[in-house]
């Protein structure tokens, strides 16, 4: 092939090659062009649509069209999955994904969609611990106290939690597994009824959240015990980790991002792009610090699908080894 004529082949083999990437290139630009929605598994006013709508509106004023959220509670939140898992795959729908998604890919036998398979990560956002905390009328100041006091008493200890299969009942569970010990799950509808009765006495344990735990334990009508995350809470900064006495224990919720399979990858690059900035502006990150959260460092969807893959393994094994049930 002559030079002149060679030269002008690869310029076109060149251009042709570039062309498939014009449309994705372009098509993420021009994204969103109407607005979003944002399914949310979790009532209007819980934690979890607290963190909605505060990422919803740094994406709203990011990307210039508006993020909706829409609450569909229910069924622990397979309502939810379920209603994205069959939306159109073009990153107009999203789903605010959480550790009962994890969970409740081995707690339900019958899901009508497989949550790893048919959801694309996007992105996480943060994670937020348990408060492993008593009635004070248990006596046991510190961690250690309780497991010698569990361990003498087995059986006669109740953990409350806010129903079978929840993020409460998974990281009791786990704890008395690795721990060895003896307690009696009291499953309730909601967190709000569990933590009436441990207040008043009728259980004694509870793994709950810290933002709806705190005023009690600031008041001093709770006794924290440890947190369940691998590293202490700057809101509760003199309560120990449940790591630390109990080597490898780890637990917690978290929040992040997820949308139909198939969704073009520039879009969802585009999102994990925008979300990560949310989780590094440092207002944002401060009303997760409030809210009781660790900011999870920025991750690509493929990292973010690897951190999914191992907590659903996680709790698979829990799950089955304490032959726990769906309410």
Known sequence: MKLPHRRHFLHLAAGAAALPAVPRFAWAQAYPSRPVRIIVGQAAGSGSDTVARLIGQFLSE??????????????????????????????????????????????????????????????????????????????????????????ANPGKINMASAGSGSTHHVAGELFKMMAGVEMVHVPYRGSSPALTDLLAGQVQVMFDATPSSLPHIRAGKLRPLAVTTATRLEVLPDVPTLGDFVPGYEASSWLGFGAPKNTPTAVVDRLNKEINLAISDSAIKARLVDLGGLVLPPSSPAEFGKFLARDTEKWARVIRTANIKPD
């Open 62 to 151: 990011r990307l210039g069209q508006p993020f909706v959220i829409e609450n569909r509670p229910g069924a622990g939140g397979n309502i939810a999955t379920e209603a994205v898992v069959r939306s159109s795959p073009d990153g107009y729908t999203l789903l605010l994904v959480n550790s009962a998604n994890t969970i409740n890919a081995t707690l339900y036998e019958k899901l009508n969609f497989d949550f790893i398979r048919d959801i694309a990560p996007i992105s996480g956002l943060a994670t937020f611990s348990f408060v492993m905390e008593v009635n004070p009328s248990l006596p046991t100041k510190t961690l250690p106290e309780f497991i010698v006091f569990a361990k």
